[in-house]
């Protein structure tokens, strides 16, 4: 069995009760375990702002639909095109490494065909009608965000089996309610490719990811929606150095609490320093 992980969710029930309420969950089973390096990574210092833009949105590789805004490269915009959907990637395309990224598409601004995930250059980036473009094909994997499915190769399930539930403990009546944000975690040397809602890990949703290149990427079909990109980090697959290992021991016995704090405490500077990541 894998670590236990107690989670709290927002679902809400599709049989027309209005409330929402909390859902909590004993997670269990390999795919439920947190990576240790995504920890580390997560407690590292975000991107510079140099790196985030290296990693946005690609003005060069996306539907003519859609463009990258000019006062804000991280986030795009799609033309109000009736019956299109309409899709763009990322600049980088990933082969190795621990990647993570944040996407942030208002809930309100996501209509009935709103995917995130990750897809090969050869993944197409338009199509006529209302579809979640990103999963369709072979070249693709997405997570559609208003049904709670996972897409790949979509074009070629049979027409009886239907698209897997994520996060895969949704109980039949309930539908899991995605904030303004979510976070993609993609792990080249796993071959996985995960999401994080409010700092709450939702288990692997694709495998067999290893040996391609893949690049962000999300498909909509909303007017005038805007989505935003922003890479967190990234870690290589070597073996991570001693300090840095050391440092996230120190980190973690300080706590939530006293993280913050680390000015205060009677240690030498260049130990504040390393504990704080300068």
């Known amino acids: 069995m ?3 992980i107690s989670g709290s ?11 929402y309420h909390p859902v909590r969950r ?17 407690d590292m210092p975000s991107a510079t702002p140099e790196t985030q833009l290296r990693h946005a949105w ?7 639909n859609v463009f990258v805004k000019e006062d804000d490269k991280l986030t795009f915009h799609r033309h109000p095109v009736a019956q299109s959907t309409d899709c763009i990637r990322g600049k980088v395309g990933y082969t190795r490494g621990l990647h993570v990224w944040r996407i942030h598409w208002p809930s309100r601004q996501r209509g009935t065909h709103a995917v995130v995930g990750v897809a090969t250059p050869e993944a197409s980036l338009h199509s006529v009608g ?12 997405g997570w559609d965000l208003g049904r709670n499915r996972l897409y790949h190769d979509g074009k070629n399930r049979p027409a009886a089996t239907a698209a ?15 904030p303004d944000a979510l976070t993609v975690i993609l792990d080249m040397d796993e071959g996985t490719l995960s999401f994080m809602v409010d700092g709450q890990y939702l288990g692997v949703a694709f495998r067999g990811l290893k040996g391609k290149k893949l690049y962000p990427i999300v498909s909509a079909v909303w007017g005038h929606c805007e989505v935003s990109i922003r890479y967190v980090n990234g870690l290589d697959p070597e ?4 300090m840095d290992l050391c440092r996230r021991v120190a980190r973690l016995a300080l706590g939530r609490d006293r993280i913050h704090h680390i000015d205060a405490l009677p ?10 990541y300068q």
């Open 58 to 64: 690609n003005p060069d590789d996306r539907s003519l």
């Open 26 to 42: 004993e997670l269990r089973g390999p795919d439920f375990c947190r990576p240790p390096r995504l920890d580390l990574l997560l």
């Open 9 to 19: 969710i927002k679902s809400v029930d599709v049989r027309g009760e209005s409330s």
């Open 130 to 141: 209302y579809t979640a473009l990103v999963g369709s094909d072979c070249e693709s994997w």
């Open 239 to 242: 073996p991570l150095p001693l």
């Open 2 to 4: 894998g670590q236990k």
């Open 267 to 276: 240690l030498p500077q260049t130990l504040k320093n390393y504990l704080q």
């Open 164 to 178: 897997p539930t994520y996060p895969c403990f949704l109980e039949p009546d309930e539908s899991f309610v995605l």
